[in-house]
């Protein structure tokens, strides 16, 4: 009676295609299986996603700063039109081009021409002086400052003849969590990865960068700890604005309604005039109850009139609702508070 295909499968190549299927909704986490391009299920003993072209990542010194690089791959999401499992929604990545897929506009630059990679901080953004952010191990969260500021401190770095560094957007999260649902095969990282720093009172503190178990590859405290501001996503009373898919980063009315807060169902796929939806991971449902849900994270949002800004993964309260997948679109740019930070990138 299982929803899991229970036949043989193959060990499938290091240059093809892999994915993820979503089986069944519900149960908190829903039921997932790996597959490749064909719906068929796969094996990927241990060791395999280690390696394959996209996940040879690694942790580079830029302008002192602990940066890990995620290089180029392309994407698809897609109903699966044979298999088992026909008919369902999977999310697939390689390093090369596969039929359906495209480049993930995260390796776009803002002229809309491809890049090789990009990089991300590999630790929470923490206080170089104060004026820049920073990328290093083994300190405090840098907390306490508005939407803003914290673009402000980690667009400061550019100076000196440095370029690139800005604050993390939407299509660069979206990167990793296409990379990261492949491998874990699904979406439930605080089970498979680790729970990370988010049982604390609500009185609680963040813990230094690097001392939590919430980590993928070379990327720590992805949820947990901290929140992380996000640029490129924001809420307008209710409706979804994001920026162009094709790097430019100006503003791309989607007109897709978000749903209300709630434990998250499934991801929205709609495709318009300069945006896609498949490329990213937003909640088009949600539910109340934590044991209906699918993708094991909570959603939040408040739909009050006002432009409200994004905040990524969680902070040291809240338990279960956090992970690589939570999303927070419920406050102000204005906003400040000890569990709200950021994280650095470049490109």
């Not at 290093?136 to 939407?147: A, C, G, Q, R, T």
């Not at 434990?263 to 109850?289: E, N, Q, R």
């Not at 994004?310 to 338990?319: L, R």
Request: include cysteine; proline fraction near 5%.
């Amino acid at each position: 009676g299982s929803l899991v295909y229970s036949g043989p499968r193959r060990v499938p190549t290091l240059t093809e295609p892999v994915g993820v299927v979503l089986v069944e909704n519900g149960g908190g986490a829903g039921v997932w299986d790996r597959i490749d391009l064909n719906g068929e299920p796969i094996s990927t003993p241990v060791g395999y996603f280690s390696s394959r072209p996209e996940y040879l990542l690694n942790v580079t010194n830029i302008d002192s700063q602990s940066m890990v690089n995620i290089d180029k791959f392309h994407y698809a999401r897609m109903s699966l039109a044979a298999g088992p499992y026909a008919g369902k929604q999977a999310w697939f990545i390689n390093k090369t081009a596969f039929s359906g897929s495209e480049v993930h506009p995260a390796f776009l630059n803002n002229v809309g021409v491809e890049i090789d990679n990009f990089w991300v901080g590999a630790y929470e953004a923490v206080a170089d002086g104060t004026s820049k952010a920073a990328s290093w191990n083994n300190k405090p969260p840098l907390v306490s400052i508005d939407f803003p500021t914290m673009v402000s401190r980690c667009s400061a770095r550019n100076t000196g003849g440095v370029t690139g560094f800005r604050l993390i957007d939407i299509y660069q999260i979206a990167a990793i969590q296409y990379l990261a649902l492949v491998e874990m095969g699904a979406p439930d990282s605080q089970t498979i990865l680790g729970r990370g720093n988010c049982d604390c009172p609500s009185g609680g503190s963040a813990m230094n960068t690097g001392y939590t178990n919430a980590i993928w590859r070379a990327i720590h405290e992805l949820w947990g700890n901290v929140w992380c501001m996000v640029q490129g996503i924001e809420n307008r009373n209710g409706v979804l604005w994001v920026w162009n898919k094709n790097g430019t980063q100006s503003w791309v009315n989607t007109g897709v309604t978000l749903p209300d807060s709630g434990w998250i169902v499934d991801m929205a796929d709609t495709a318009g005039s300069g945006f896609d939806l498949k490329a990213l991971f937003i909640p088009s449902t949600t539910i109340p109850y934590m044991e209906q849900g699918s993708w094991s994270d909570y959603f939040s949002i408040v739909k009050d009139g006002t432009t409200k800004v994004c905040y990524h993964g969680g902070s040291w309260y809240d338990g279960s609702a956090y992970g690589l997948f939570r999303l927070d679109l419920g406050h102000p740019s204005s906003a400040s508070d000890t569990n709200i930070g950021g994280r650095l990138a470049k490109v």
